[in-house]
C-alpha cells in the first residue's frame, strides 16, 4: 500500500516526538459532518437520503428526483469544505477529551480531504481552539499512520468515523489501537459488523477513558 506523497511531506514538518501517539480523523470525530452537510444541500435545492453509507446515489434533486452523479457529488464536496466555517462545528466533548491528553501524547488530526482544503481547514480548527497538527491524505491512511509513528514501539490510538480507514490503519501497524466513533450513530445501521479489533465508542465520553487506557495513561 502506497503512502501520498504530500502527506508524507507534511509529516517531515513535525518536530519528533516520542510520546504516546493519538491520531484523529476529522470529519464526523472532531468536527460535524452528516448532521450540518444536508443543510447545505437545502441551499442548493437538493436533499440527502441515507439509504446507504456513501454520499453518491444519496443526494438528489428535490424537485425532481434525480440522483446526482459522481463528479458533482465531488464539485458539492468542494464548496462545502471550502466554506466549512459556515458549517461545522465541534463534536460534543471532543475539546475537553483532547485537552486531557495534551502533554501526555502527541496529537495529530489526519483527515481525508484534497490537499487545497488544508489552509482552510487550519484556519477553522484555529478558530475553534483546536490547534492540533493537522495533516491531509488523498490515499489510504495506513501508510501516514505508520510513518507517524515511527521507528519504535510506543502505543498508538487510531480513531476515525469510516471502517475502511481503521482497516488500513490495522494492515500497516498491526498493534494500533483502533476506535470507531460516528458523530450520528444512527448511521451505523448502514454499516457491516465491523472486526473484533476495532473498538465501538458512541461518543467522546465514551471514548475518552478507553483511549487513555490505549495509550497507557
Same mark, same amino acid.
Do not use: C
Given at each position: 500500500?502506497? #503512502?501520498?506523497? /504530500? $502527506?508524507?511531506?507534511? &509529516? =517531515?514538518e513535525?518536530?519528533?516526538?516520542?510520546?504516546?501517539?493519538?491520531?484523529?480523523?476529522? @470529519?464526523?470525530?472532531?468536527?460535524?459532518? &452528516?448532521?450540518? +452537510?444536508?443543510? +447545505?444541500? /437545502?441551499?442548493?435545492?437538493?436533499?440527502?437520503?441515507? #439509504?446507504? +453509507?456513501?454520499?453518491t446515489?444519496?443526494?438528489?434533486?428535490?424537485? $425532481?428526483?434525480?440522483?446526482?452523479?459522481?463528479p458533482?457529488v465531488? #464539485?458539492?464536496?468542494?464548496?462545502?469544505?471550502?466554506?466549512? %466555517?459556515?458549517?461545522?462545528?465541534?463534536?460534543?466533548?471532543?475539546?475537553? %477529551?483532547?485537552?486531557?491528553?495534551?502533554?501526555?501524547?502527541?496529537?495529530?488530526l *489526519?483527515?481525508?480531504?484534497?490537499?487545497? !482544503?488544508? =489552509?482552510?481547514?487550519?484556519?477553522?480548527?484555529? %478558530?475553534?481552539?483546536?490547534?492540533?497538527?493537522?495533516?491531509?491524505? /488523498?490515499m %489510504?491512511?495506513?501508510?501516514?499512520? #505508520?510513518?507517524?509513528?515511527?521507528?519504535?514501539?510506543?502505543?498508538?490510538?487510531?480513531?476515525?468515523?469510516?471502517?475502511?480507514?481503521?482497516i488500513?490503519?490495522?494492515?500497516?501497524?498491526?498493534d494500533?489501537?483502533? +476506535?470507531?466513533?460516528?458523530? @450520528?450513530?444512527?448511521?451505523? =445501521?448502514?454499516?457491516?459488523? *465491523?472486526?473484533?479489533? &476495532?473498538?465501538?465508542? !458512541?461518543?467522546?465520553?465514551?471514548?475518552?477513558?478507553? &483511549?487513555?487506557?490505549?495509550?497507557?495513561?
Amino acid at each position: 500500500m502506497s #503512502a501520498d506523497p /504530500e $502527506t508524507l511531506r507534511q &509529516i =517531515e514538518e513535525l518536530s519528533s516526538d516520542d510520546r504516546p501517539l493519538l491520531i484523529l480523523d476529522v @470529519d464526523d470525530v472532531l468536527l460535524e459532518f &452528516i448532521r450540518p +452537510f444536508p443543510r +447545505f444541500l /437545502e441551499q442548493r435545492g437538493l436533499q440527502l437520503t441515507m #439509504a446507504s +453509507f456513501r454520499l453518491t446515489g444519496n443526494i438528489a434533486e428535490t424537485g $425532481t428526483g434525480r440522483l446526482v452523479e459522481q463528479p458533482e457529488v465531488t #464539485a458539492l464536496l468542494d464548496d462545502f469544505f471550502a466554506g466549512q %466555517a459556515d458549517w461545522q462545528s465541534i463534536t460534543d466533548g471532543a475539546p475537553e %477529551a483532547l485537552a486531557s491528553f495534551e502533554g501526555r501524547a502527541e496529537i495529530v488530526l *489526519l483527515t481525508a480531504m484534497p490537499h487545497r !482544503h488544508r =489552509e482552510t481547514r487550519r484556519a477553522h480548527l484555529d %478558530a475553534l481552539g483546536l490547534p492540533y497538527p493537522l495533516l491531509t491524505t /488523498e490515499m %489510504a491512511k495506513g501508510p501516514a499512520v #505508520a510513518r507517524l509513528r515511527g521507528p519504535g514501539k510506543r502505543p498508538v490510538a487510531f480513531v476515525d468515523d469510516q471502517p475502511p480507514n481503521l482497516i488500513s490503519a490495522r494492515e500497516s501497524v498491526s498493534d494500533a489501537n483502533l +476506535f470507531h466513533l460516528m458523530a @450520528d450513530n444512527s448511521l451505523r =445501521e448502514f454499516l457491516p459488523p *465491523l472486526p473484533q479489533d &476495532i473498538t465501538i465508542v !458512541h461518543d467522546w465520553h465514551d471514548a475518552r477513558p478507553k &483511549i487513555a487506557a490505549a495509550l497507557g495513561f
